[in-house]
């Protein structure tokens, strides 16, 4: 397993050889939090304001990797 500690939030995946699983979302006190899932990617986006945390687990032709992007005040 896999978690992030965002400034929005926290995330858990379950990363295997070629696919990923979500097993958790929680965004922090005051946030939002929207999932989008596809059959080769998962992305989770905490938001408050214009403040917003995101992370995306892909695995298109790869091993599953996760990218945080975390933007506004």
Same mark, same amino acid.
């Given at each position: 397993m &896999?978690?992030?500690?965002? =400034?929005g %939030?926290?995330? *858990? +995946?379950?990363l295997g050889p070629d696919s990923a699983t979500l097993v958790s979302a929680t965004p922090h006190a005051g946030w939002e939090m929207r999932v989008w899932?596809?059959?080769r990617w998962i992305r989770v986006t905490f938001t408050? %304001?214009? &403040? *917003?945390?995101s992370v +995306?687990?892909?695995?298109h032709d790869t091993a599953? =990797?996760?990218m945080v992007d975390e933007h506004g005040a």
């Open positions: &896999e978690s992030h500690n965002l =400034r %939030g926290r995330v *858990a +995946f379950d899932k596809e059959s408050r %304001g214009e &403040e *917003a945390s +995306f687990c892909v695995w599953p =990797r996760v």
